[in-house]
Nanobody, 126 residues
Framework: QLQLVESGGGLVQPGGSLRLSCAASGFTFDYYAIGWFRQAPGKEREGVSCISSSGGSTNYADSVKGRFTISRDNAKNTVYLQMNSLKPEDTAVYYC???????????????????WGQGTQVTVSS
């Protein structure tokens, strides 16, 4: 059974950091690119970052470029999202998802991803 489980969310002050984890099971993890998405209250879900199956290629939304870093450990079937210099506008539920291909596309689009975790809440507030 294919499963993705996010963890690591929480409450952090502006300027702080969090590291999210996405643990996968039930499929051949290192065959697939993995993406992170987020959804703020009242807004559509948006792509944040994507990492290729090997970890050799990554891309980011402009809003997080330079602050967030995606990585993966295929031996642990886990993808990470290191989030630094957090802003209140980063507040959202964060989801990871598996793409049906080993590479990421230039645009991180929900329609390219076929398996989703349940999400983890990130709140940036003083």
């Amino acid at each position: 059974q294919l499963q993705l489980v996010e963890s690591g969310g929480g409450l952090v002050q502006p300027g702080g950091s969090l590291r999210l984890s996405c643990a996968a099971s039930g499929f051949t993890f290192d065959y697939y690119a993995i993406g992170w998405f987020r959804q703020a209250p009242g807004k559509e879900r948006e792509g944040v970052s994507c990492i290729s199956s090997s970890g050799g290629s990554t891309n980011y939304a402009d809003s997080v470029k330079g602050r967030f870093t995606i990585s993966r450990d295929n031996a642990k079937n886990t993808v990470y999202l290191q989030m630094n210099s957090l802003k209140p506008e980063d507040t959202a539920v964060y989801y990871c998802a598996a793409r049906g291909w080993e590479h990421c596309a230039a645009a991180i689009m929900m329609s390219d991803f076929g398996a989703w975790g349940q999400g983890t809440q990130v709140t940036v507030s003083s």
